[in-house]
């Protein structure tokens, strides 16, 4: 089981948060690639509900875990201190399984619960299949249950990459090699969703892994100061520039993160490309 705690609040300053509600589309692709979803309430900001959250609701996919804050500080430092403490309270009950989602670019934590480190960034540009809004969850799900198999390998892909890059030493190739893995998943997902769910979108997705004090050096040395890069191909098909890009930057982290989780923030950005 894999969950993910969702913001659909951007930050746009420090006092300043912009709040939409939960994207259909990004609720969409939630839904297609994670096995449960938590919508944090808290006394800081307050959403309404809408028919798609009921729904999965009630279906036993998406809950709402209910934070209490302290009201010391700026707002935004408050709201995503919320996102937090719901990650930890997940986690303490089901370890290394849930992470952290938002909906920009970058990823934003409060200064008092985050570090700046070197980490790992995997970027999949315009290289996400995902249903549209006009797709019913309903069908999201019966697709899910139909291809579960292909569903659940790249799952496991993206759940081995901290693995597979550590085993890959300093070897480019290695690397190369299991992105094209990756890619041939993408393909195979992007096949099936166009035979089973008809409109279909290509969405962003930043991953961060967090590699750890030991194998740090060995790791930021086998991605190098240059960022790899590899086109991908069902993008390129259809006229959208696509790729996956691996790289080693001074990442934002929280402080705290459970062991067992490596990939602890998934980051579903900018618009996506119709096809």
Do not use: H
């Amino acid at each position: 089981m894999r969950g993910i705690v969702i913001s659909p609040v951007k930050i746009t300053g420090k006092n300043s948060i912009t709040v939409n509600g939960i994207d259909p589309i990004k609720l969409r692709q939630y839904l297609l690639y994670w096995d449960k979803i938590d919508f944090p309430q808290s006394n800081i900001i307050g959403f309404g509900s809408s028919p798609d959250v009921e729904y999965l609701q009630n279906v036993g996919i998406l809950k709402q875990t209910r934070i209490q804050i302290l009201l010391n500080g700026e707002l935004t430092d408050l709201y995503l201190k919320g996102q937090l403490q719901a990650l930890k309270l997940n986690n303490e009950a089901e370890k290394g399984c849930w992470t952290l989602g938002q909906e920009n670019i970058d990823l934003v934590l409060p200064k008092s619960d985050s570090v700046m480190e070197k980490g790992v960034e995997l970027n999949l540009y315009n290289s996400l299949p995902i249903p549209s809004a006009d797709v019913s969850l309903e069908d999201i799900l019966l697709f899910k249950e139909k291809r579960k198999e292909e569903l659940l390998e790249f799952r496991f892909l993206m759940d081995n990459f901290y693995q597979e890059l550590l085993k890959s030493g300093d070897s480019e190739r290695a690397m190369a090699t299991y992105i094209q893995r990756i890619e041939k998943q993408i393909d195979a997902l992007d096949k099936t969703m166009k035979e089973s769910v008809k409109s279909t979108l290509w969405g962003n997705l930043k991953v961060r892994f967090d590699v750890g004090e030991i194998m740090k050096n060995m790791v930021i040395g086998a991605v190098s100061a240059n960022a790899l890069n590899w086109p991908v191909a069902a993008g390129a098909a259809v006229g959208i520039a696509s790729s996956i890009k691996l790289s080693s930057e001074v990442l934002v982290k929280p402080k705290s993160i459970p062991t067992d989780l490596k990939d602890y923030a998934y980051l579903y950005y900018a618009k996506n490309e119709l096809r």
